[in-house]
T-cell receptor
């Protein structure tokens, strides 16, 4: 596709369930970023990938959060045993290489009830 | 680790007035700097970026930003605000080293009064 695609666009889940969020970056982009944006807040860095490796995982809030990337393409962010405080919009971005312009997807709005 | 601070979570200006949104970074080596805009219910898009060429960077929609190493600042300006500029603006920084982490400020919401 022409842009960064995220799915699902909306997800409502029950507290304690696991969820998987998907990001399809722009083809050929080696860098991929995940952020969390709570209502009315800024972008909270979670993790970024350079190729399939994640040099910086420091932003993951807890061990319930994990992410992987395969084939230097699609990435999944998994949240286990979801909590209400996990409710937010999860944004994915990709760039041709690190330090170049990042293009953002529309986000996945996660609501934990 | 680098960080970025945006002074003022909310700025309000009148239509036609100067827009000034502040951004300061903390890094021993001048990083790459970006401004992104998020219009209501839309995704983020790049306004402009500083990578080491000219210190005055021009972006889309009449915005520009000046990199000042002595002040570790990268403030965003526009001479004359338009109603359509109402949005949230984010400053971001990326280290020049091998680490390509892209860190965002908390954002500044710009309101434009008629």
């Amino acid at each position: 596709g022409a842009g960064v695609s995220q799915s699902p666009s909306n997800k409502v889940t029950e507290k304690g369930k696991d969820v998987e969020l998907r990001c399809d970056p722009i083809s050929g982009h080696t860098a991929l970023y995940w952020y969390r944006q709570r209502l009315g807040q800024g972008l909270e860095f979670l993790i970024y990938f350079q190729g399939n490796s994640a040099p910086d995982k420091s932003g993951l809030p807890s061990d319930r959060f994990s992410a992987e990337r395969t084939g230097e393409s699609v990435s999944t962010l998994t949240i286990q045993r979801t909590q209400q405080e996990d409710s937010a919009v999860y944004l994915c971005a990709s760039s041709y290489r690190v330090q170049t312009e990042a293009f953002f997807g529309q986000g996945t709005r996660l609501t934990v009830v | 680790a680098q960080s970025v601070t945006q002074l003022g979570s909310h700025v309000s200006v009148s239509e036609g007035a100067l827009v000034l949104l502040r951004c300061n970074y903390s890094s021993s080596v001048p990083p790459y700097l970006f401004w992104y805009v998020q219009y209501p219910n839309q995704g983020l898009q790049l306004l402009l970026k500083y990578t080491s060429a000219a210190t005055l960077v021009k972006g889309i929609n009449g915005f520009e930003a000046e990199f000042k190493k002595s002040e570790t600042s990268f403030h965003l300006t526009k001479p004359s605000a338009h109603m359509s500029d109402a949005a949230e603006y984010f400053c971001a920084v990326s280290d020049r080293g091998s680490q390509g982490n892209l860190i965002f400020g908390k954002g500044t919401k710009l309101s434009v009064k008629p």
